[in-house]
């Protein structure tokens, strides 16, 4: 589990990089980009459920007997992309549930 919280890094990156509204980031306000919050789920999402379970995994390896300083950062570390990609996520997810994004690519994702 450890290898594959440290091999998802570059997954999360990518998705905090990419914008869900790009027209917004530029300045051009009630613009509506259709493409971005998908590209944003489609690498946020999964780097929320990796680090999730792994922040899970490593704070149960930290209440049993294995208690040890490579668990505890991990913790921490996954911790803090949870809520990183739990903010990329939300924002996606807000852009994409507005009445004008709706209204100009449609209803599904």
Not at 70 to 82: E, I, N
Request: charged share 15%.
């Amino acid at each position: 589990m450890s290898l594959l919280v440290v091999a998802f890094l570059p997954v999360a990156m990518f998705g905090w990089i990419m914008s869900a509204n790009e027209y917004a980031d530029q300045g051009i306000r009630g613009a509506v980009d259709c493409d971005g919050p998908l590209g944003v789920m489609l690498f946020a999402a999964p780097s929320l459920a990796v680090y999730a379970a792994g922040a899970v995994y490593h704070a149960a390896l930290l209440r049993g007997a294995r208690r040890s300083r490579s668990a505890a950062l991990l913790l921490v570390l996954c911790v803090g992309m949870v809520i990183a990609s739990g903010g990329k996520v939300r924002a996606a997810y807000a852009e994409k549930t507005r009445p004008e994004h709706r209204e100009s690519c449609g209803e599904g994702w």
